[in-house]
């Protein structure tokens, strides 16, 4: 497996607890990897640090076998790149704005620009400052998306965007891939990675809470449980039960996150009259809520 993204340790440490700290992260080439937290985890930071954009306090990083702090400029020719805070164009046309990145990149050609435009819907005659913010996030993934590059590097891509152009960004990630793409996607919408993702990180207060394939980490071994009683529940038995957490009793109904065997849930409800017992696996977004618990 070769690696597109590697890295060690790596430490932005801005002070008072914030930034990136010990980041030990590896991305195979051809991945669709989903780096997820919410506002503030160190999402940004991270991208930045592969970027080249800030220089790291401690650690290192490898980005397609090249140093992401000493090989920055060589680097930037081979990603795409979607930053979570979008520049500023003015007056200029978003088609003036393609040929200048095409100039600086040297391998976007018009072809590729006018498919891309085209699937997203988006008029290069128009001047940027007339643009929409999602008029503006679709420019931004046109210049990502078009030269084909080796590697996408996507900050909150789906911003501003509606739920039609979402769809055609699922879409472009996943001709990307079929091009032997590696992208690498931060995000706190969950549903985001659902669809395209195929191992995610999830990152806490600036650390690595845990790394996994979508599916494992969708199970984990948890149910979500929602048992209704004809009386009043039993809530001391069912808090003594190992692994029932997240406990919402609202008068005879009872709901939470089980983990384990279920045997000795339904011994404690033996004695107790139920009318409802419901359990399912639950979503991305209660799993990603019960990290920061």
């Known amino acids: 497996m070769t690696t597109a993204i590697a890295t060690k340790g790596l430490t932005k440490d801005y002070g008072s607890s914030h930034?990136?700290?010990?980041?030990?992260?590896?991305?195979?080439?051809?991945?669709?990897?989903?780096?997820?937290?919410?506002?503030?985890?160190?999402?940004?930071?991270?991208?930045?640090?592969?970027?080249?954009?800030?220089?790291?306090?401690?650690?290192?990083?490898?980005?397609?076998?090249?140093?992401?702090?000493?090989?920055?400029?060589?680097?930037?020719?081979?990603?795409?790149y979607v930053p979570g805070e979008l520049p500023l164009f003015g007056g200029w046309r978003g088609s003036e704005i393609v040929a200048y990145i095409a100039g600086l990149r040297g391998d976007l050609t018009d072809s590729k620009v006018e498919t891309v435009a085209k699937r997203l819907d988006l008029d290069l005659g128009r001047k940027y400052r007339e643009y929409s913010h999602g008029n503006k996030q679709k420019l931004a993934l046109l210049l990502a998306f078009a030269p084909q590059p080796a590697l996408l590097?996507?900050?909150?891509?789906?911003?501003?965007?509606?739920?039609?152009?979402?769809?055609?960004?699922?879409?472009?990630?996943?001709?990307?891939?079929?091009?032997?793409?590696?992208?690498?996607?931060?995000?706190?919408?969950?549903?985001?990675?659902?669809?395209?993702?195929?191992r995610v990180a999830i990152v806490r207060d600036g650390h690595l809470a845990t790394v996994g394939q979508l599916d494992q980490l969708a199970g984990m071994r948890a149910h979500r449980v929602e048992?209704?009683?004809?009386?009043?529940?039993?809530?001391?038995?069912?808090?003594?039960?190992?692994?029932?957490?997240?406990?919402?009793?609202?008068?005879?109904?009872?709901?939470?996150?089980?983990?384990?065997?279920?045997?000795?849930?339904?011994?404690?409800?033996?004695?107790?009259?139920?009318?409802?017992?419901?359990?399912?696996?639950?979503?991305?977004?209660?799993?990603?809520?019960?990290f920061y618990r």
């Open 19 to 80: 930034g990136i700290f010990d980041l030990d992260l590896t991305v195979a080439e051809g991945e669709v990897f989903g780096y997820l937290g919410p506002n503030g985890a160190g999402k940004t930071t991270t991208i930045k640090l592969l970027m080249g954009l800030i220089h790291a306090t401690r650690g290192s990083a490898t980005i397609l076998g090249l140093d992401a702090d000493r090989d920055a400029v060589a680097l930037k020719h081979k990603i795409g």
């Open 153 to 198: 590097i996507l900050d909150e891509p789906t911003s501003g965007l509606d739920p039609l152009h979402q769809q055609e960004f699922y879409g472009l990630v996943r001709d990307a891939r079929g091009h032997g793409a590696t992208i690498f996607i931060s995000s706190h919408v969950l549903s985001e990675v659902e669809h395209v993702c195929d």
């Open 227 to 290: 048992i209704v009683f004809a009386g009043p529940p039993p809530i001391d038995r069912i808090r003594a039960i190992p692994g029932f957490d997240q406990l919402v009793v609202e008068d005879h109904r009872v709901s939470g996150m089980f983990r384990g065997d279920f045997e000795p849930l339904l011994a404690a409800l033996a004695s107790s009259r139920v009318t409802k017992f419901e359990s399912r696996e639950p979503s991305l977004e209660e799993i990603f809520l019960g």
